[in-house]
């Protein structure tokens, strides 16, 4: 018997075609619509400042606007500002050598330092606010005028003014009123105070308002009012000062 060879072409052509069936439009899925779709409601947030928080943003503020005044009202000398303030002359009698010659000896023995009188305090302020917001501010006041400088400092520490920092103030034996609370625009204040000859001549220790701005630091005397400013000691500690604080 003869094999049979069978042509496999035939086999397939008396096969039926299969069919592939294509789902149908209707079962595919269906995209979620945008329309259906409802938007999420958040709970409402406020931020609530505290008391410290909203004190430190108005400081701020106060900051800035002092800032913009510097700009408009401030000089733009770059040099620092030195003053030696006197007391009042007591017909000569203010100081040993008469005329408050100490003070004005210090004054001369620092280049750039300007002499006044205690009553010159506008002339001294109108001078300091000449220079760079930057600059070294110092000052020195004997009697009246250590009275001077504290006003002086106190008039600065303005917003209209900037409150402008005050470096040094070396007070000696301040005679006058309210001069023993050392505003918060000071960074150091030296404060020398006499052994007589008058109860309600002499000065009282000095207090910062704001002891984290403000170092202060009170020296009682053996001298008399008016001889602190002539005191060779009193015036190597002040000239040191004044050079540590401008290096």
């Known amino acids: 018997m003869s094999k049979l060879t069978v042509n496999p072409t035939i086999l397939n052509d008396t096969k039926e075609p299969v069919k592939i069936k294509k789902k149908s439009q209707d079962n595919q899925a269906k995209p979620e619509s945008n329309v259906d779709k409802k938007p999420i409601a958040k709970e409402a947030t406020t931020v609530k400042l505290s008391d410290r928080s909203k004190e430190l943003k108005e400081k701020l503020s106060s900051a800035e606007k002092a800032l913009k005044i510097h700009a408009k009202k401030f000089g733009a000398l770059e040099k620092p500002g030195i003053y030696f303030v006197s007391g009042f002359d007591w017909l000569g009698a203010s100081s040993i050598k008469g005329n408050y010659d100490g003070i004005r000896d210090m004054a001369d023995a620092i280049e750039e330092a300007q002499y006044y009188s205690w009553d010159e305090q506008d002339e001294i302020i109108e001078d300091i606010k000449k220079r760079k917001p930057d600059q070294p501010i110092i000052l020195v006041g004997h009697s009246f005028g250590g ?11 303005t917003i209209d003014n900037g409150f402008r920092k ?17 505003p918060q625009n000071v960074a150091r204040n030296i404060n020398y105070i006499a052994q007589g000859p008058y109860n309600w001549l002499n000065d009282e220790p000095n207090i910062a308002i704001d002891y984290n701005r403000t170092a202060v630091k009170n020296y009682l005397r053996h001298e008399e009012h008016a001889e602190l400013d002539d005191s ?3 015036q190597i500690n002040i000239l040191e000062q004044i050079e540590k604080t401008l290096a």
Do not use: R
Not at 147 to 157: F, R, S, T, Y
Not at 166 to 182: A, E, P, Q, R
């Open 147 to 157: 009275d001077g400088v504290v006003e002086i400092a106190q008039k600065l520490n």
């Open 166 to 182: 005050i470096d040094l103030m070396v007070t000696l034996d301040s005679v006058g009123f309210d001069n023993d609370l050392i």
């Open 232 to 234: 060779t000691d009193i």
